[in-house]
Each structure stands twice: as structure tokens, then as C-alpha cells.
């Protein structure tokens, strides 16, 4: 697979750049290319996302809310979506309890590109309001007893 090409001003930067190519980059093999594979189908998907690594880890973000994102593990690489569970999609297992799945992805032969695609549509189209949820949800603990 040919790599993106990184550069420190244009839409590279505002995709999160450098930083992104040093996570897949610190990854052992097959990880990084599967990283780098998730991360061609997530830009091709939301161009108008902009990303950065965010608690250690490379995400999407739109209107400043996060909408997808990718960790490798020593066994996998999980993909996250922020409003997993709401796009109706069985391969997505829930995680958390603020309605985020995820698919699980143990080597390069089984990510489904096409399914990737379809879910990333989703999730851009059915973006997951976190700012204004935390936001509520800390003004509602600031006012009990």
C-alpha cells in the first residue's frame, strides 16, 4: 500500500499530519499497515474530519466531536466509533457506556473495506454531540445535593 505523504502545512496538517504516520510507524508488523489502511479509508470517508492523536491514540473529529478513531493492542487493532452502537450494524460490538463499538480486527485479511466505508457514512452523517452531553451531564452533577 502507498503511504500518504505528510507535510507540515495544507491538509495534512489539519488531518493531524506527522503525528498520525509516528503512531502507525511505532506499531510492529502488520499493525502499522493496518493502521494505515483504516486511516486511508477514514480521510477518504470524512474530508472534511480534522484528527490528531488524542489520549494516545489516532482520532476523527467533527465540529470538534469525536466520530472515530483506531488503537492498536498487542493482539488487534480496535476501530472505535463514537456513536457505534446507533448505526444499526451487528459487526459493531458495544463498548463503554456512552454508546461508542467497535470492530476488532486481529490481521490485514479482515478488514472489510466496504463495510468500513458504510459505517463511516453513518457515522458522519449521525455525529455523536459530545460536547454537549459531557457538558450537560457535568451541569447536572454540579446542581445535586
Not at 454508546?99 to 476488532?104: F, I, R, T, Y
Request: proline share 6%.
Amino acid at each position: 500500500m502507498k503511504r500518504p505523504r505528510d507535510s507540515a502545512t495544507g491538509a495534512s496538517a489539519r488531518r493531524g499530519g506527522d503525528e498520525l504516520s509516528a503512531y502507525a510507524d511505532g506499531l510492529a508488523s502488520p499493525f502499522g499497515a493496518m493502521c494505515n489502511t483504516l486511516r486511508a479509508l477514514i480521510e477518504a470517508a470524512l474530508p472534511g474530519a480534522t484528527s490528531k492523536v488524542w489520549h494516545g491514540s489516532p482520532v476523527w473529529f467533527i465540529d470538534g466531536n469525536p466520530v472515530v478513531g483506531y488503537n492498536a493492542t498487542a493482539k488487534s487493532v480496535n476501530l472505535l466509533l463514537w456513536n457505534g452502537q446507533a448505526l444499526d450494524e451487528p459487526e459493531l460490538k458495544p463498548v463503554g457506556k456512552y454508546g461508542a463499538a467497535q470492530a476488532v480486527f486481529a490481521g490485514p485479511d479482515e478488514i472489510d473495506g466496504r463495510a468500513i466505508r458504510r459505517w463511516l457514512k453513518k457515522a458522519g452523517a449521525n455525529v455523536f454531540d459530545s460536547k454537549a452531553f459531557f457538558k450537560k451531564l457535568r451541569e447536572k452533577r454540579r446542581t445535586r445535593p
